[in-house]
């Protein structure tokens, strides 16, 4: 093949065609994923910023068709099968009723009930006029919104005033506990024990995980041990969740009931110099912040060892043979160039594995954690409350908690109505207290990338 | 690792090291520096370079030449042990620095390496400030003080000739400079620790001509006050920076002798068809 003949030009012709297509697939993955990520928010933030329904007594009234039914005298109305509360008489409040004529409408002497379960009322209805005893002049079934007859003037529910009309994220949303109502029911309890358990396992994970890789990645010898270390290491970072909640239920929950919680009392006494009580800790620990988060230490600990061995990894020899080569121990080298240097790598690690942690609601949920909680861990309730009582820092880890997945698990679980906009608007303040953490971690690994240009 | 850790202090024989050793010594050349007698180097199984005699002069730069994969880099790595982080090297023969033999027992590596100090010959900033890199070695070495830091760091760019042109940007990342400022930080850098010998690996060899000619006036500085060895594949520059020359192939020392002498009258005819470019 000649340089410059036909063929050879169709040819360049087509790379070119096939390299465009490739780019415009690749376009398209990522407008794809984008376009996922928008209706997925779009979806959770409509839910929790809608005024959710309202319920309570709503007016009643008939619709106006527009025609001049020929009929003797008054219609009467008689439902059934209602879906979304009852009619009743104003004048008695007790009494559901089921049938009702229309003066009695246009009166304003009928109300609707509404519990609340729809936007608007669903009802079969049958129209009969004041004769009574004959055939009715009109059988409706499913009379609601979208499905309104045109025959005859027909009870309208106007809806009660919504909920939360502006929407659910409010500021008693944030303060309050949980609760039956969802207008009360709150995520204070929640965001402070997710905040605990997530401050507490990257405690344990950061020094454990990043300690390991260390040792599997600079000092171990590659021994047949270290190479099954290493492949039971990367096993377990595809272990499901749930696994881990059974194993930190049996472990730190329940302590292989090994102990008996009237018996095993562990009293510290050292903080009575600051006037506080002694803090007693029981010894099966139960379902308190520390099992939660040894349960998830455990959980993100795989992970956070493989991406700190490979950011380890990925630091070029030259690096090393350089401070070597200025007289530095490997102890200097690896604490002052090795580690600074895969820093950004580690956080990345430790950023992906705790937000996978801060969400998990099964282990949580395993071990025991009631969502029906309305006090943060220690019961602190402010920083005042904090200065006055400082053991309560000491109190929270062996106090009960409660984690914004299990709520939000919760509430997408309760049949009450408008729990699903409660569930949206904690969803979003988990995501919010995701990037609050992610956050600081993203800010810190900046600061050291901006020397890692290799 | 093979890096071995002895705790033993490295003794300076400053004294006794003249007197030790050192029968063969031709006396027009004065007491070496360092001396390899009978020095043989095994990657694991492979041997790479065999029976290795050569001395080097003290305050005198020795240029290393020879084919690519001939042992260079290998022996100059040998001098400073930094074979020791490679698995499965092995030495035998004597390296003697100043009459010490530095492979023996009771020779703390991390020492060693204080006082012979080495170049690379792609440049390796440190990914941190332009201070920090030049302060880490006397920093490890136990320099805490401040202000003696800045002197140190001063004095080594100012000798690397690197300090007019970063003086008012020493916080800033080393990552940022070109490659010729990068390799002459990383002289000041190995000068930061104050070595008595300079090993240096082609570290010329990915520069332009002018930052090579600030390099190669840098190497006529530092022979002044220090030993310096340097790997080349360019045989002007050997021959325009070296008072010694020695010439290896596949793993042995063919010919050394005064850079002048070796050049315009090579004794081997395998030196004289490598540097007239006959070679192979
Ligand atoms: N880490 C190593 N493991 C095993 N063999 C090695 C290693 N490093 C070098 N060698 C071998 O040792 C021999 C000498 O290598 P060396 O790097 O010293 O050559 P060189 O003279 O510096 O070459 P160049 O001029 O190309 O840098 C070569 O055959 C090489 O393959
Ligand atoms: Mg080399």
Not at chain 1, 233 to 256: E, H, K, Q
Not at chain 2, 166 to 184: C, F, P, T
Request: glycine fraction near 8%; proline fraction near 6%; hydrophobic fraction near 45%.
């Amino acid at each position: 093949m000649k340089l410059g003949d036909d063929n050879y030009e169709r040819r360049l012709i087509w790379r070119h065609r096939i390299g465009q297509c490739f780019e415009w697939l690749c376009r398209l993955a990522t407008m794809g994923a984008l376009a996922m990520l928008v209706v997925l928010m779009g979806s959770i933030f409509s839910s929790a910023l809608s005024p959710g329904r309202g319920s309570g007594l709503a007016p009643v009234s008939l619709t106006d068709t527009g025609k001049n039914l020929d009929t003797q005298g008054d219609l009467t109305y008689t439902v059934s099968k209602i879906i979304g509360g009852d009619f009743y008489f104003t004048s008695d409040p007790e009494e559901k009723i089921k049938s009702f004529s229309g003066t009695d409408v246009r009166g304003g002497k009928v109300v609707f009930n509404h519990n609340g379960k729809r936007a608007a009322p669903v009802f079969d209805l049958s129209v009969s006029d004041l004769s009574g005893g004959k055939e009715p002049i009109g059988k409706f079934k499913e009379v609601g919104p979208g499905r309104i007859p045109s025959e005859c003037p027909v009870p309208h529910v106007h809806p009660p005033k919504p909920a939360k009309p502006w929407g659910w994220l409010t500021w008693n949303f944030l303060t309050n506990g949980n609760s039956d109502d969802p207008l009360q029911a709150g995520i204070m309890a929640g965001f402070w024990g997710s905040v605990w358990l997530i401050g507490l396992t990257s405690l344990m994970v950061v020094p454990i995980g990043v300690g390991a890789a260390l040792y599997l990645e600079e000092y171990a010898k590659p021994t047949m041990l270290t190479k099954f270390i290493q492949l039971n290491i990367a096993n377990l970072a595809g272990v499901p969740s749930i696994v881990y909640g059974i194993l930190g239920f049996t472990v730190f929950s329940r302590m292989f009931g090994a102990f008996d919680k009237q018996v095993t009392v562990i009293s510290m006494k050292f903080l009575q110099f600051l006037g506080a009580k002694p803090i007693d800790i029981t010894l099966p620990l139960g379902p308190v912040v520390l099992s939660g988060a040894c349960t998830l230490a455990l959980l993100s600990l795989p992970v956070v060892i493989i991406t700190s061995q490979e950011a380890l990894r990925s630091i070029p020899a030259s690096l090393r043979h350089a401070a070597y080569a200025l007289g530095a121990t490997k102890w200097q080298t690896i604490w002052h160039q090795v580690l600074p240097a895969s820093l950004p790598g580690i956080l990345t690690g430790v950023i992906l594995s705790l937000s996978r942690a801060i969400g998990e609601a099964a282990p949580i949920a395993v071990i025991g954690v009631a969502a029906h909680l309305s006090f943060a861990p220690g019961r602190i309730t402010g920083i005042s409350d904090l200065i006055q009582n400082p053991d309560k820092l000491i109190r929270a880890p062996f106090d009960r908690f409660t984690a914004l997945p299990t709520l939000v698990y919760s509430w997408v679980n309760e049949a009450a109505p408008n729990f699903e906009h409660v569930a949206a608007a904690g969803i979003i303040v988990l995501l919010a207290t995701l990037l609050m953490m992610n956050g600081t971690a993203i800010l810190i690994r900046q600061r050291f990338q901006q020397w890692n240009r290799w | 690792m093979a890096l071995v850790k002895r705790f033993t202090q490295f003794v300076n024989p400053q004294g006794d090291g003249s007197n030790a050793q050192g029968p063969e010594v031709a006396p027009s050349l004065g007491t070496p520096k360092i001396e390899t007698r009978g020095m043989n180097f095994f990657y694991g199984t492979k041997q790479a370079l065999y029976d290795i005699n050569l001395q080097i002069q003290s305050r005198a730069v020795t240029a290393l030449i020879g084919p690519s994969g001939c042992g260079k880099s290998t022996y100059l790595r040998s001098l400073n042990r930094m074979n020791d982080i490679i698995e499965g090297t092995r030495v035998t023969g004597e390296v003697l620095l100043d009459g010490m033999d530095i492979y023996s027992r009771d020779v703390d590596v991390v020492s060693l390496r204080k006082r012979v100090g080495m170049v690379f010959q792609k440049s390796t900033p440190f990914p941190k400030s332009i201070f920090d890199n030049i302060a880490f070695g006397p920093r490890i070495a136990g320099q805490t003080n401040k202000s003696e830091l800045q002197g140190i760091v001063e004095r080594s760019l100012k000798q690397a000739a690197l300090w007019n042109e970063v003086k008012d940007r020493l916080k800033e990342s080393a990552m940022a400079l070109s490659g010729g400022q990068q390799q002459r930080l990383c002289i000041a850098r190995a000068l930061a620790t104050n070595p008595e010998v300079i090993l240096m690996d082609e570290p010329a060899s990915a520069l332009d001509p002018a930052s090579t000619a600030r390099i190669e006036d840098l190497i006529f500085e530092l022979k002044q006050n220090y030993t310096i060895v340097i790997v080349t594949h360019n045989m002007q520059q050997a021959a325009r920076i070296s008072e010694m020359t020695a010439f290896f192939c596949v793993g042995r020392l063919v010919e050394i002798g005064q850079t002048k002498q070796l050049f315009t009258n090579p004794t081997q005819k395998e030196t004289e068809d490598y540097i007239t470019g006959r070679f192979g």
